[in-house]
């Protein structure tokens, strides 16, 4: 485990962690929604409404999620001064159709997150989780920023059967440009969850093909041409970084795809990535075609499938000093101005 801050004396910066209050894991299971009687021993059951998945299936949920209180001194041992934290996919409501439900596992579920993450502000700061498919995901945005004093709003890849093209999303769209309001977009569903079901390949497959297909409707849908919104993919990307030369080929060859003015490639130049490849050599690719100003550190803290040395992980991708530097912690520090001097 690294012990040393970034390259130029400060720590990094990670925009994708985890937590669930342990407020909404009670209300939820008040609610005949969630089985707590494997928490102590690192599990908890929920609705499908909740999780998305399958009824009674066992999800993995360490301590760290729902007590904060040891995570100061594990991000120490990672060389990582700030988390971002946001409530993890499992609590997201992706595949529910009850627009009552989202409404209030998301209000639960911030107002939680905000009050226990309080006594470590400046440490660990909250994302506000914007549920999608509805038009009150602005009031919700609006609220998580102006009244709760979130860094900023966390959302899925879709919501009540709706993804992020979608019309309904725009003044949400419109709220985060003009507000300068970054959004973490987190993979919450896959798709296709019937041929996923074995291997632990929703998480392994299914979150990256999840994330390539969402940013794909940003890119085609005309969202990122309609709004200079500022939006942080996890998971590097996912597939996208890779299907980079063949978008931009079938917006050449396809009338159907050329929905934009400029090629697809252009779009994903705009958008910001983590660094959570879990590969040195993904990693420096993605740096070498979008830039390291556009990518920062990302670690899925406290999930098994984390990064637990961001910092050496940075440094095996064969990185200028400068562009390690911005990875760590420039970039996120960038946006986060960008939005105190808006």
């Known amino acids: 485990m690294t012990e040393q801050t970034g390259p130029t004396g400060r720590g990094a910066l990670d925009v994708h962690a985890h937590a669930v209050p342990r407020t909404l894991l009670d209300r939820l299971a008040a609610d005949g929604l969630a089985d707590l009687t494997g928490l102590d021993e690192g599990v908890v059951r929920f609705d499908p409404r909740v999780s998305g998945v399958g ?23 990672s060389g990582v001064e700030r988390q971002l934290v946001s409530l993890p996919p499992f609590v997201t409501c ?26 470590w502000a400046g440490t660990m700061d909250p994302l506000g989780f914007v549920p999608l498919g509805t038009p009150w995901a602005v009031s919700e945005a609006r609220r998580c920023i102006e009244e709760l004093g979130c860094a900023g709003i966390a959302i899925g890849t879709r919501g009540l059967g709706r993804e992020l093209d979608d019309p309904v999303h725009e003044p949400l769209w419109s709220y985060l440009a003009d507000a300068g309001v970054f959004a973490f977009v987190h993979p919450n569903g896959v798709p296709d969850g019937a041929r996923l079901h074995d291997f632990w390949l929703p998480q392994l497959v299914g979150f990256p ?78 740096v070498d075609d979008v830039g390291a100003g556009r990518v920062m550190v990302g670690t899925d803290y406290p999930f098994e499938l984390a990064e637990h040395d961001p910092v050496g992980a940075v440094g095996a991708a064969g990185l200028s000093a400068r562009q390690r530097a911005q990875v760590l912690h420039g970039t996120l520090s960038a946006l986060l101005a960008a939005r105190a001097g808006s």
């Not at 066992?58 to 120490?76: H, K, L, N, V, Y």
């Not at 209000?107 to 226990?116: F, I, P, Q």
């Not at 996912?238 to 400029?262: E, F, H, N, S």
């Open 94 to 119: 992706a595949g529910a159709d009850d627009e009552d439900l989202v409404r209030s596992v998301a209000r639960c579920g911030n107002d939680g997150l905000v009050a226990v993450l309080a006594p």
């Open 209 to 286: 093909m999840e994330t390539a297909i969402a940013a794909a409707r940003l890119v085609f849908g005309g969202v990122l041409e309609r709004h200079d919104v500022a939006l942080v993919l996890a998971h590097g990307g996912g597939c996208l970084p890779i299907l980079r030369g063949r978008m931009d080929m079938g917006w050449q060859r396809k009338d159907v795809a050329r929905t934009t003015p400029q090629p697809p490639g252009a779009y994903l130049d705009r958008l910001y990535y983590d660094s959570a490849t879990f590969s040195p050599q993904a990693l420096r690719r993605l």
């Open 55 to 77: 009824p009674g299936a066992p999800i993995p949920i360490a301590r760290a999620q729902w007590d904060p209180s040891g995570r100061p001194a594990e991000m120490a041992r």
